[in-house]
């Protein structure tokens, strides 16, 4: 019962174009979303979010777009750039404190 | 800075050694969460805190125990650690406005058991 599902694991971009990262979710009760970025060896990076009172939300080269119709999430990164390199992770919430997280995208940028 | 920090980075122990993880922040954060994660796998909510109030996930083995002696620490005890242990343990803290509400959380480093 997986209720946030981040399908690809993994995707290669190419430095300067746009990286998109998608999240797909079931639970109609979520109302905070949220990208978490990692890298090896450390814990997750907090990134952005949106509440479910938004359809976007943007902050520097990152972009998330909600769309609670299709219970569909995405990050855009543009330009990309190599340091973005990482694993992303998407994770929503109900209340009550809790996250629900994604199995996360590992995103590679190359030069 | 504030911070989130979690010791001992690398923690080795034997199968059935009892071993304990700590966190500490400096955040005031007055909830703080304790997450499993395995290789390609989402982070695992084993149990949080919300002040002094102990949650415990219903998954979570009995195996795992926590305690919180301050609004700065936190601690994972792993009783008898199994081979199934081995994982990177992630702490949290985030500070939501009320006990209906989440905010978002913070993580430390994480902290790297091997069970031999």
């Known amino acids: 019962d997986q209720q946030v599902k981040q399908n690809s694991p993994s995707l290669s971009v190419q430095e300067g174009r746009i990286s998109i990262l998608n999240c797909d979710y079931t639970?109609?009760?979520?109302?905070?979303f949220l990208w978490y970025k990692k890298y090896p060896a450390e814990g997750p990076t907090f990134l952005i979010s949106?509440?479910?009172?938004?359809d976007k939300n943007e902050d520097g080269r990152f972009t998330v777009f909600l769309n609670k119709s299709a219970k569909h999430l995405s990050l855009h990164i543009v330009p990309s750039q190599p340091g973005d390199s990482a694993v992303y992770f998407c994770a929503a919430s109900a209340g009550a404190q809790k996250l629900v997280f994604g199995q996360g995208t590992r995103l590679t940028i190359n030069p | 800075d504030a911070m989130v920090i979690q010791n001992p980075r690398y923690q080795v122990t034997q199968f059935g050694k009892p071993v304990t993880l700590s966190c500490s922040q400096t955040?005031?954060?007055?909830?703080m969460y304790w997450y499993q994660q395995k290789s390609s796998q989402a982070p695992k909510l084993l149990f949080h805190y919300y002040d002094k109030d102990f949650n415990n996930e219903a998954d979570t083995p009995d195996n795992f125990q926590s305690r919180r002696p301050n609004t700065s620490f936190c601690f994972l005890d792993i009783r008898s650690p199994g081979l199934g242990d081995a994982a990177m343990y992630l702490c949290?803290?985030?500070?939501?406005?009320?006990?209906?509400?989440?905010?978002?959380?913070?993580f430390g480093p994480g902290t790297r058991l091997t069970v031999l």
């Open positions: 949106i509440s479910s009172i938004k």
């Open positions: 949290a803290t985030s500070a939501p406005t009320d006990v209906h509400s989440t905010d978002t959380q913070y």
């Open positions: 955040l005031n954060h007055n909830v």
């Open positions: 639970n109609s009760m979520f109302d905070y």
